[in-house]
Structures are given as structure tokens and as C-alpha cells.
């Protein structure tokens, strides 16, 4: 008698289940910049003297700040307002896995 294969249907259906499931993965990183441009979806601001506080997590920063607000000459966190300042999380020479925020990683190494 001859075998059967016990998954005909996967070697048929199986590349273009995993393209669809793939699809969404692969649009996540862009739509996440395009949020993120368009200021749907806010990227964390910090008060002065903060690292990466909890609430960043959900951000949609692509890095978690490596320096804390306000310590890099040029950020000036007594200006214009106390609470919030435009800071540098990480220069590009730091730029790399390790310093990936949480829903960068969601959607960049997903992607990858």
C-alpha cells in the first residue's frame, strides 16, 4: 500500500500561509515610522533628569535613552519649559540591538 503524506494540503497551501502570515510582519516597522511622523502615535518625552521612565515603554521611540535629560551640553531643561525638553536618547555610534526599546523590538526584530 502506498504511504500517504500526512500533510498534503501544507506542502500546497504552506508558502502562501507563511507570505500572508509574514505580510503584516513585514509592514509593522514602516507603519510604526509613519505613526510616529505623523504624530498618531507620540514618542516619549521625558522631563528633565529622566533616563527611560515606565511610561516610555509604550512609546514609539526606536531606542531607550542611554543619557539621562538634560546631561548632554545643548539640552537645556530650564528653558522654555521645565517639564519636558527635546532630548537625545542615544548618538548613532549606539545605535544597536541593546539599547532597542520595547515596541521597537515588537516591531523591528519581528520584521527582520
Known sequence: ?????????????GPTILVWIALP?????PLRHVLSD???????????GELWPVRCN??????????ICGSIPGQN???????YV???C????EENIHHLAPMSIL???DAG
Open 1 to 13: 500500500m502506498k504511504e500517504r503524506d500526512p500533510l498534503p494540503k501544507w506542502n500546497y497551501y
Open 25 to 29: 510582519l513585514i509592514c509593522a516597522d
Open 38 to 48: 505623523q504624530n498618531v502615535w507620540k514618542s516619549c518625552q521625558r522631563k528633565c
Open 58 to 67: 509604550w512609546s514609539s521611540n526606536e531606542y531607550k535613552c542611554a543619557h
Open 77 to 83: 531643561c530650564t528653558t522654555l519649559d521645565p517639564n
Open 86 to 88: 527635546e532630548c537625545t
Open 90 to 93: 542615544v548618538h548613532d555610534s
Open 107 to 109: 516591531f523591528t526584530v
